[in-house]
């Protein structure tokens, strides 16, 4: 039965969810005969909204972060957290005081544990919300761009990131990706995801967007965006293309400050515009706003989240969107240095914005929202006219009808055999060979056994086993190698180098994961020490691919575009010659030493 619950509390039943939508019938019977009668869903819906408090529609506006691993009883420290955050104690109270339309996962905030876990989680949160008089189910969202930005770790299936994504070029692969990724998610009760990130990444400097784009050719990146939204729109999940009107070219990082787009009209249609059409196009059910500045698209120094110019202008009438757009984070710096954070939601509203993004106080920014209105600078009309598009897309879900998940759906689904098998198989296909001299790979086990594996060990994206230098050495041993691991470090110490290089005497082969790697970087000193042992140095560039440009005298370097365990475990795969390396550059890697110089073009990638 759809509607039981996976813990041991009672859920309420369709006919308790469809109560709500009780006083309809007549509502419709007398718009039946109208001539110019709205379809009957958009019906259903206005009758709700009409029926709504001010209030109500209020926080229906707004996706809010909440404290705990349970709706009703989290953990003392997250009663504590909300309480200081927000003035609640749990998730439930959240929405009896706020009525909010959206609650966000995040795995700090102690959302996601185990899925069964978050399946209650959602469950709870919806029976929180239609038990309340006028109740609607919550939409549920969350980042799960996969690669580096994961919400929902072990056991549900973790795929390779955008950039390897793009390295594979494969649109059947990005919308099977989609597909699992939204089955699982689906299965959870998240029914929004804020992906695929659309924005085109031609800045090599771009410390926030980088390997979470597809890459730097925008029709490339247009028809992965777009197999993307169909795979996870398909299982169910509204799929939200970030972050418009495109992020990809800032040297400057929006949760810490503000970036300024200098491209002209011109050059944004061309480069920035191309995947945001082509998610539109798609059916992309929403579209999520940058903290950024763009002049060449309006000339107020305004974030592009509170610009009318951008948001209803280009967006809405330019390039006919009539989905939900979201903000960004409205906690991020990028949007609260020009204005104060009451102000900030107001503006966002104005500009055509239909979901306010955990503000950084959620108090402060719904009663700005409700003061606008009695001070008539919104009309309750824009409010309604954004509840419409939230109330299509809860519909369009089948939240109306179906909030609830179950403990069989989340068995069934979550990390099942199959997903896991197809994420490997995606993976074989994006590690990129750029550097083989002396046809140094595939490592043979017969003259090469005994291997170190150094490296950069960055924090491991959710859920995955972690650290890098330990999964990679863990994969070559279990593919017949002897491999040892030693953590260096992203900025490895002269002492950590010469373990390192005393550590190297006793291995027939080094293998080194860089981490973004600059021109100052102490990990240039690192492989070019190990280098001038002897022994035979494979690089892997467990983020940015440009870090071959500073180390030019490694005798192999991969491309693995990000650290996750699938992708690492295929990196070892491609090293012992188990499969080939099949991934070409989504970006131009140009020379450290002269960046109008391209070193490995778009399309590059060697193979055996």
């Not at 009539?322 to 710096?333: A, I, K, N, R």
Request: no cysteine; hydrophobic share 40%; glycine share 8%.
């Amino acid at each position: 039965m759809h509607h039981a619950g996976t813990g041991n509390t009672p859920t309420p039943s369709r006919r308790t969810v469809l109560a709500a939508t009780a006083g309809l019938t007549a509502a419709l019977a007398l718009t039946a005969n109208a001539a110019h009668a709205a379809p009957p869903a958009d019906e259903r819906l206005r009758a709700l909204i009409a029926g709504m408090t001010l209030e109500e529609k209020v926080g229906q506006l707004f996706v809010m972060r909440v404290y705990g691993h349970s709706a009703t009883d989290p953990d003392q420290a997250d009663i504590d957290a909300n309480l200081k955050e927000i003035g609640v104690r749990t998730a439930a109270e959240l929405i009896a005081k706020y009525r909010v339309g959206g609650i966000i996962y995040f795995t700090w905030a102690h959302n996601t544990r185990d899925p069964h876990q978050i399946a209650d989680l959602s469950n709870g949160i919806q029976k929180a919300s239609l038990g309340r008089p006028r109740g609607l189910p919550v939409l549920i969202a969350t980042d799960q761009e996969h690669g580096i930005i994961a919400r929902v770790g072990k056991p549900a299936t973790l795929f390779p990131g955008a950039m390897a994504i793009g390295a594979m070029g494969s649109r059947s692969d990005a919308r099977t990706l989609g597909r699992i990724a939204g089955a699982e998610l689906s299965a959870l009760g998240i029914r929004q995801d804020y992906s695929p990130d659309a924005d085109v990444n031609v800045n090599p400097a771009n410390p926030v967007i980088g390997v979470r784009s597809f890459g730097a050719d925008p029709d490339a990146v247009a028809g992965l965006v777009a197999a993307q939204v169909q795979g996870y729109q398909a299982s169910g999940v509204a799929a939200t293309a970030k972050h418009f009107p495109g992020h990809g070219d800032t040297a400057v990082d929006s949760h810490f400050g503000f970036p300024v787009i200098t491209h002209s009209r011109e050059l944004w249609e061309k480069l920035d515009a191309v995947p945001f059409r082509a998610a539109i196009r798609a059916g992309i059910e929403a579209i999520m706003t940058a903290h950024i500045m763009v002049p060449a698209l309006d000339g107020s120094s305004d974030p592009a989240t509170l610009s009318h110019p951008i948001l209803t202008g280009i967006l809405r009438e330019e390039l006919g969107y009539d989905g939900v757009v979201v903000t960004d984070s409205l906690g991020m710096e990028g949007v609260r240095q020009k204005y104060g954070d009451d102000r900030v939601p107001v503006l966002a509203l104005k500009a055509g914005v239909d979901q306010l993004l955990n503000p950084p106080s959620l108090d402060v920014a719904w009663n700005a929202v409700l003061k606008a209105v009695h001070d008539g600078e919104l009309t309750e009309a824009r409010l309604d006219e954004s509840l419409l598009r939230v109330l299509r897309l809860k519909s369009k879900l089948g939240l109306l009808d179906r909030p609830y998940v179950t403990a069989d759906g989340v068995d069934r689904t979550v990390g099942a055999p199959e997903h896991l098998r197809t994420a490997d198989r995606i993976a074989d296909r994006t590690t990129t060979l750029l550097v083989n001299k002396r046809d140094l790979l595939p490592l043979s086990r017969v003259t090469h056994p005994k291997v170190l594996v150094l490296g950069a060990d960055p924090a491991s994206p959710t859920g995955t086993d972690g650290p890098p230098t330990t999964v990679l050495a863990n994969a070559l041993t279990e593919l017949g190698f002897t491999a040892t691991a030693l953590s260096t470090g992203t900025a490895p110490s002269s002492a950590t180098i010469d373990k390192a290089v005393t550590a190297a005497g006793n291995a027939d082969a080094v293998v080194v994961g860089t981490h973004n790697v600059s021109a100052t970087s102490s990990q240039r000193t690192l492989v070019n020490q190990l280098i001038a042992t002897g022994r035979p140095v494979i690089a892997i560039a467990v983020r940015n691919p440009y870090d071959v440009a500073q180390l030019p005298d490694a005798e192999a370097y991969l491309a693995s575009y990000s650290w996750t365990d699938v992708e690492l475990r295929a990196a070892a795969r491609v090293i012992a010659g188990r499969v080939k390396p099949r991934g070409k550059l989504p970006v131009p890697v140009q020379r450290a030493d002269d960046p109008a110089q391209v070193l490995y073009p778009i399309g590059y990638g060697l193979s055996y």
